[in-house]
């Protein structure tokens, strides 16, 4: 494998990428010789490098693919072929050979290019995703599609990065050998789902066991060997046996794939041999394909977790760079972990793979017994916090808001139903930025209100979020504390855990005319325009339930009533509002301030806050042309 570079550093100009130069569509690539497709991996790596270090992004999923991606394109004549990319990380390097090149120093930016596969952007991008394992029911769906209306087409799901841990792609699997439809699934196993040695006689036997010849000595043997049984018998069990001791085979051919690996990743002459004896086979094919996180960029070899994203490369060669001195939310989230596990043995800790993203490394060094991390499971994670609640233990589940959707049906039926002790710690609520629509959380107060016996709260500062979840912990049945992403407004935490009063908001400030009433993050913006206006502003903090005597109290005293929320306003907070509001026979002008009824894409916090009118200029701009519809 000479042939391939090992990288040190981020590159800070632009390098020079001669051949990657003249590929700007997948048909440019299948022009190029096979033997030059190793300075094509080299050329494309060294760009993706340099490209994540302007931008900041996923990265060390998208350096295990350089290989497979070309190998892909090469082999298959897409977008006419089908791939289908699962979560989307490893999706950089196939931006870049469909058309993106330039446009990659744009990713994840306002206006820029998505961070995901979609649809909208390139007709390469087959399936957007966001959320992981769903690569796999997304390309049957389109294999079914291909048979039906008879086009020869070929069509394969690149899953991996730990997406083989969630039931939906067995589940997939196990559909797939029922439906007489032609699809690859190709496991991109870098180490989070299924590893195995590779060695030159398990490669050998990945070409074998793809090869023409020995698809037909294999099928012919059935159709013979079926006529007596017990030799079959015998043949079959033969076979997995032999699969069996060099590569984890057994489980996908019992479940119909006709298994094929493992094999090295990054040897693209393999990879493209292989792709092309596989495009002849019918049926599901499994294609096991070993690589390596961050492969070829050394740092991120060492630390393929801290690679899995960096931030925009600074002057000083620096990928690590946040350093501001408020802790960010999910800091005193984790904190607060820490604290309460040492007050409460009772204590346990649930995370869907999200151990970095929702700080729990701690906790789960100091209570490794108490601390579960269930992999990229969330409907498990819901339910396992059930589980243990129905006997006596305090689970926290630390989620984000957009993956808490995929356990919505759990946390329904199996916690809320039941009136279960389990706490949610819901990260990365209302705008997350450059990540875009698939990772906004901006659904959390409208599907979380409307479920009976929950605790819904926002805090709107660092200290309120330790007391909140201090609060939640208390509280006898099903509780959630709704935080931002990112760092706090400065307010010093107090150590003293105290709970709040149930569904009792906070008056921050008495004013004239219109009364604001603020959720969770936007108390900040909001306190700028009572300030600047002289309006009230109450300082929500419960959802659910609201503060009934502040509500009526500001409808009597104020001529105005604002509702302010990071999440849609459809079915949102403010909409709590103006139905106890009704419920009360009382009437009074109600703007609901929230996110607009369309997805918004992505961009820094304070770009998309603007787009959306939720900045204090932005509040203030809305708050002004409602008071001149009143006023006729």
């Known amino acids: 494998m000479s042939d391939y570079k090992l990288f040190q550093e981020i ?36 760009y993706l490098l340099y490209s994540v ?26 977008p006419d072929d089908r791939l289908v990319w699962d979560v989307g990380h490893q999706a950089y390097p196939h931006k870049i050979l469909t058309g993106r090149r330039e446009q990659m120093l744009t990713v994840r930016q306002y206006n820029g290019v998505a961070a995901f596969p979609k649809r909208e952007e390139s007709e390469f991008d087959t399936f957007g995703v966001g959320h992981s394992s769903t690569s796999i029911s997304a390309a049957l769906g389109m294999a079914i599609a291909a048979r039906e209306s008879q086009q020869p087409r070929h069509v394969a799901a690149i899953i991996g990065d ?24 190709i496991l991109n196993d870098n180490e989070m789902s299924i590893s195995e040695n590779v060695g030159g006689f398990a490669t050998y036997l990945a070409k074998v066991l793809s090869s023409k010849a020995y698809t037909r000595m294999r099928e012919g043997s059935k159709k013979v060997l079926s006529k007596l049984p017990k030799a079959w018998e015998l043949a079959r069990k033969t076979e997995e046996h032999f699969k069996g001791m060099v590569s984890p085979s057994t489980l996908f051919e019992e479940m119909g794939f006709h298994y094929i690996g493992p094999i090295d990743g990054h040897d693209i002459h393999s990879l493209v041999n292989t792709l092309n004896n596989i495009k002849d086979l019918s049926g599901p094919q499994f294609l096991h394909v070993i690589t390596k996180k961050g492969k070829r960029f050394a740092p991120a070899e060492a630390d393929p977790i801290g690679y899995h994203a960096i931030t925009k490369l600074e002057k000083e060669h620096k990928t690590h760079t946040d350093q501001r001195p408020k802790p960010k939310y999910s800091n005193v ?57 129905c006997d006596g233990l305090k689970p926290v589940v630390a989620i984000y808001s957009t993956f808490l959707q995929r356990g919505y049906d759990q946390l329904v039926h199996d916690v809320a139903v039941q009136n279960l002790d389990v706490l949610f710690a819901i990260d990365r609520a209302g705008l997350v930025g450059e990540d875009g629509p698939t990772h906004h959380g901006t659904l959390d107060l409208s599907y979380l209100r409307c479920v009976p016996n929950m605790l819904v709260m926002t805090p709107a500062d660092e200290n309120e979020a330790r007391q909140m979840l201090y609060t939640g912990y208390q509280h006898q049945g099903p509780a959630a504390v709704r935080y931002p992403r990112g760092a706090g407004c400065g307010k010093a935490i107090e150590e003293q855990m105290q709970a709040l009063p149930i569904g009792q908001a906070e008056l921050r400030q008495t004013g004239q005319k219109v009364m604001l009433m603020a959720f969770g993050s936007m108390v900040t913006p909001a306190e700028k325009v009572a300030e600047r206006k002289g309006y009230g502003l109450l300082n929500m903090r419960f959802v659910k339930p609201l503060d009934r005597n502040a509500i009526i109290q500001a409808a009597q005293d104020y001529d105005v009533l604002v509702t302010i929320e990071e999440n849609v306003v459809a079915g949102g907070a403010g909409s709590g509002i103006n139905e106890l509001l009704m419920q009360e026979a009382v009437v009074k002008p109600v703007l609901n301030l929230g996110l607009p009824d369309r997805w918004v894409d992505q961009g820094s916090h304070n770009e998309l806050l603007a787009e959306c009118g939720l900045n204090a200029q932005g509040i203030e701009n809305s708050i002004e042309a409602y008071l001149k519809k009143l006023a006729g």
């Open 11 to 46: 590159p800070t100009s632009r390098p020079t990428t001669p051949l990657l130069d003249q590929v700007n569509t997948p048909a440019d690539l299948r022009e190029l010789e096979e033997q030059q497709l190793p300075q094509l991996a080299n050329e494309l790596r060294e």
């Open 53 to 78: 270090g302007q931008t900041g992004g996923h990265f060390g999923a998208g350096l295990g693919v350089v290989e497979l991606t070309v190998a892909l394109h090469y082999a298959f004549n897409t």
């Open 162 to 185: 730990g997406s083989m841990t969630a039931g939906m792609a067995f589940e997939a699997l196990a559909h797939a050998a029922h439906v007489d439809a032609n699809l690859l699934v």
């Open 333 to 389: 989230f984790g904190q607060w972990l820490c604290d309460m596990a040492a007050a409460d043995e009772r204590l346990m800790g649930i995370t869907p793979a999200m151990r970095e993203g929702s700080d729990l490394i701690q906790f789960s060094k100091d209570y490794p017994n108490r601390y579960f991390d269930v992999a990229i499971a969330e409907q498990h994670a819901v339910t396992l916090a059930a589980g243990m609640a």
